[in-house]
């Protein structure tokens, strides 16, 4: 089974720099997908990201992008520019591209709290 | 409807009552999932509906939970006996057709306080 590692509980940020939240994961597996979500108190999930294994480009949209080592199963997403809104719980997580039970789901990591300084 | 609703937002029973939280997915989205997400935790796959079918039902911790799909849209998560450890915020998420890389779309979840 896949395991997702987020080792920074909490991180912090003044408004406008840059900050990096880090991920790993464990798979024996050679293509999947992996993504980045936000929690803000809301609590509902938001897609911040996406990345499919096969594709060695790192993914970006706006101020957010990730950097990708697919040797090293390392998926860290750096936020740029941080803004007041960015604070929120993060989430890494990891789908499968194979069939089976459980191959449906995300797994996903503890999470990260990003605070934002102004 | 413009986004995967939940109902109702917060519920709090005793224990050994019987719950049921609902989910309206996004219009048109045969794919449908259930998580639980624990205190300080990531959210943990529960079950998975293709249509009316639970197509992947292996995260569902025991047979006090069942969920159904009757019409291939809105679908409700039943808890029998609950159980203080059950209390937790369930998410449910849809996407337009289960595909692997599709982007699935959460609501804002059920907080269940068991007492």
């Known amino acids: 089974a896949q395991t997702v590692t987020q080792s920074q509980p909490e991180m912090s940020v003044q408004e406008a720099e840059t900050v990096t939240l880090s991920c790993t994961y464990d798979t024996s597996e050679s293509d999947y997908y992996l993504f980045w979500y936000k929690q803000p108190p809301s609590r509902q999930m938001i897609l911040v990201i996406r990345?499919?294994?096969?594709?060695?480009q790192n993914a970006t949209e706006n101020r957010f992008s990730v950097n990708f080592q697919k040797a090293a199963k390392s998926f860290s997403l750096k936020i740029s520019d941080s803004q007041l809104g960015d604070a929120a719980m993060y989430f890494c997580?990891?789908?499968?591209?194979?069939?089976?039970?459980?191959?449906?789901?995300?797994?996903f990591g503890k999470g990260t709290k990003l605070s934002v300084i102004p | 409807g413009a986004g995967v609703s939940q109902t109702p937002s917060n519920k709090v029973t005793e224990k050994g009552k019987y719950v049921e939280l609902r989910c309206d997915p996004i219009s048109g989205h045969t794919a449908l999932y259930w998580y639980r997400q624990s205190l300080g935790q990531g959210p943990e796959f529960l079950i998975y509906?293709?249509?009316?079918?639970?197509?992947?039902d292996s995260g569902l911790p025991n047979d006090r939970f069942f969920a159904v799909r009757p019409e291939g849209s809105v679908s409700t998560l039943k808890i029998q006996r609950t159980e203080r450890g059950d209390s937790a915020v369930y998410l449910c998420?849809?996407?337009?057709?289960?595909?692997?890389?599709?982007?699935?779309?959460f609501g804002p979840g059920t907080r269940l306080l068991v007492l």
């Open positions: 509906f293709q249509g009316t079918g639970a197509a992947d």
């Open positions: 990345q499919e294994a096969y594709k060695q």
């Open positions: 998420a849809s996407s337009s057709n289960g595909g692997r890389g599709e982007t699935q779309y």
């Open positions: 997580a990891y789908r499968t591209l194979y069939s089976g039970a459980g191959s449906y789901q995300l797994t």
